[in-house]
């Protein structure tokens, strides 16, 4: 049963980054968390998958570095368990039986590495790097879409109706048209919904609706 983990705030308090290595082999963990501790890295370490999952996952960018052969849960079960959750931390897998069909089926599923034991330290350091930094990316791309959410949710209902249709392509006066007011309502509308959604240009509002998934969309509002 799942009890602690979870995604992570988006928004973390501080963003030293976080390893964790999942491995039943007590050498394993602490030659693994020595390396990264040496390169200014936070670790934390669990001998089982399950024990992974009883523990709340850090709200800092982070990476699983994960044995493929691990007792009761494996670490394909554990991608997977993961993913149904919604959970997209970056994973490099472990392997001490590596072998080309199940790199492909860890690749497939999402994981960023895989590593066959024994490997080289600048190795698993390159690959923890990278995971890393494609952390820090979701997580910056995931705050922006919040941050963008919330100013969505600023603009009044008309608002909404005008960046809508102006975002479709729409002209000031087709907008007045399609809506039923005046083209100067029409271009105080716009200029409210620009200053509130933090855009300079119609060409990045366009993408702001897009990312929202509101571009030419035509709700009759009041």
Known sequence: MVKGVSSGSPAPVREDPIVLVIDDDPLTRGSLSSLFRSVGLGVKAFASATELLENPLPAVPSCLVLDVRLPRLSGFDLQTELS??????????????GDIPMSVKAMKAGA??????????????DAVAGALERDRKRRSEEQSNLDMRARFETLTPRERQTMSLVTAGLMNKQVAGR???????????RGHVMRKMGTKSL?????????????GQDKKED
């Open 84 to 97: 149904r959750l919604g959970v997209n931390i970056p994973i490099i897998f472990l392997t001490g039986h």
């Open 203 to 215: 060409a990045d509002l366009v993408l702001v609706a897009e990312n929202l998934g509101i571009r």
């Open 179 to 189: 809506i039923g007011i005046s083209e100067m309502t029409v271009k105080i509308h």
């Open 112 to 125: 960023v590495d895989f590593l066959t034991k024994p490997f080289r330290d600048q190795e698993m350091l």
